[in-house]
């Protein structure tokens, strides 16, 4: 499956920004979908996972209540609605996708095997 991700941009501290990933060449809905995201100098980190069907979501401790993941199985499309932003969301954030169909969620980069090219977020303080 080949992901595009898109909606990065510069935005001010407090401000909101929705990000989009595109899926093509696959079956959606064989995948659980992850978003991640790396800071200059950092590892990547997990920042929130949604089930194939979208009934099961989890996050980070640092985006929850923040940040919101959905996905629109008709679209093929998982979603990162982001609000409150603050300067150090600021990175790439990468969509993934993770054909394990069973157990909890991951938050383990290892787990998911297909990735985006990353869409660059900017939170300015």
């Known amino acids: 499956v080949q992901l595009q991700a898109s909606g990065g941009g510069l935005v001010q501290a407090g401000g909101s920004l929705r990000l989009s990933c595109a899926a093509s060449?696959?079956?959606?809905?064989?995948?659980?979908m992850g978003w991640f995201r790396q800071a200059p100098g950092k590892e990547r980190e997990f920042v929130a996972g949604?089930?194939?069907?979208?009934?099961?979501?989890t996050y980070a401790d640092s985006v929850k209540g923040r940040f919101t993941i959905s996905r629109d199985n008709t679209k093929n499309t998982v979603y990162l609605q982001m609000y409150g932003l603050k300067p150090e969301d600021t990175a790439v954030y990468y969509c993934a996708a993770d054909p394990t169909l069973r157990g909890v969620l991951s938050d383990r980069a290892s787990t998911y095997n297909y990735w985006g090219q990353g869409t660059l977020v900017t939170v300015s303080s």
């Open positions: 949604i089930s194939a069907r979208g009934g099961t979501t």
């Open positions: 060449g696959g079956t959606f809905t064989s995948y659980r």
